[in-house]
């Protein structure tokens, strides 16, 4: 996604008034995904293709190809293996894996196969084929150094029964900026603002969107002058809250992936998720002891 995009252009003349859809159609080959950003991928495909049918997304969607890349090093931010997004079988074009002296190629769609038409490439041995399993299996989940403390698949209950711990959110947000980096980092966070603007002295304009993010001040302000997460620590909840929580029970996807980029961000080191969870799963238990 752009960070600015015009969606459509208008123009207005003395017998008609036109308004044209703006796309931009491109093929586009992406090189070097990372298993939990085609994960990511997969979950903005279902909220913009399948639920939103939105076009622009639509069009780049189909006109790109996604060649991902197994891991070989992790940040020491991410825990992408606690949240079960390390490796895939699916969301990509191709699939590289590093095996040292020469690349193995997992074909996952049609339009990967016939990219791969014009390469030097042979198929793989069964040695090889079970080397990419080993590392799959075996290498990938111990590059992390973070973990989730308790199966992702409690998160949503978890989150759920902590809305109102404000005692909680209150404390964890208390440095919080508000900077909205946590956001615009994020590969699943999807919000974005829309303006219309006219040209100057011409009776013609667009409309553009743009990245937003529910970190932000203004975010949640409506007409009327009324801010309905005006305190940093409801902005803060919200997103935890719809990573863990909303999203979920909506399209049925935990929306972090794990990849740590919101903490390696955050210059006031309060957005771990990782950090968020393991905390409330930990409170939970003191509770209930």
């Not at 995904?33 to 939103?52: G, R, V």
């Not at 079960?84 to 191709?94: H, I, N, Q, R, V």
């Not at 990419?132 to 992702?152: A, G, H, N, T």
């Amino acid at each position: 996604m752009p960070q600015r995009e015009t969606i459509l252009e208008y123009r207005e003349t003395e017998e008609n008034f036109e308004m044209r859809a703006k796309a931009e159609p491109e093929g586009k080959v992406i090189v070097g995904i990372h298993p939990y950003d085609l994960f990511a991928i997969e979950q903005l495909d279902k909220i913009f293709i399948d639920t939103l049918r939105d076009e622009p997304y639509r069009q780049k969607r189909e006109n790109s190809l996604l060649i991902g890349v197994n891991m070989q090093d992790a940040s020491e931010t991410a825990f992408a293996a606690s949240m079960g997004t390390a490796t895939t079988d699916t969301g990509y074009d191709l699939m590289l894996t590093d095996l040292g002296d020469r690349f193995a190629v997992n074909i996952g769609t049609l339009e990967g196969k016939e990219f791969l038409n014009s390469a030097d490439v042979r198929k793989a041995s069964a040695a090889e084929i079970q080397e990419v399993e080993r590392i799959e299996d075996e290498v990938v989940p111990d590059l992390f150094e973070k973990e989730l403390e308790f199966s992702p698949a409690l998160l949503p209950t978890i989150l759920e029964e902590n809305y109102d711990n404000m005692d909680f959110w209150e404390d964890y947000s208390e440095n919080c900026l508000s900077c909205g980096t946590c956001n615009m980092v994020c590969p699943t966070c999807y919000c974005f603002s829309v303006d219309m603007s006219r040209d100057l002295g011409e009776n013609s304009g667009r409309e553009t969107r743009r990245w937003d993010g529910c970190l932000l001040e203004d975010f949640a302000s409506v007409a009327g002058d009324e801010n309905f997460r005006e305190e940093v620590a409801q902005r803060h909840r919200h997103r935890f809250m719809r990573k863990g929580w909303y999203i979920y029970e909506r399209y049925g996807d935990i929306a972090c992936i794990g990849c740590g980029r919101c903490t390696s961000g955050c210059v006031a080191d309060v957005a771990d998720p990782c950090d968020v969870y393991n905390k409330l799963h930990q409170e939970e238990q003191a509770h209930a002891q």
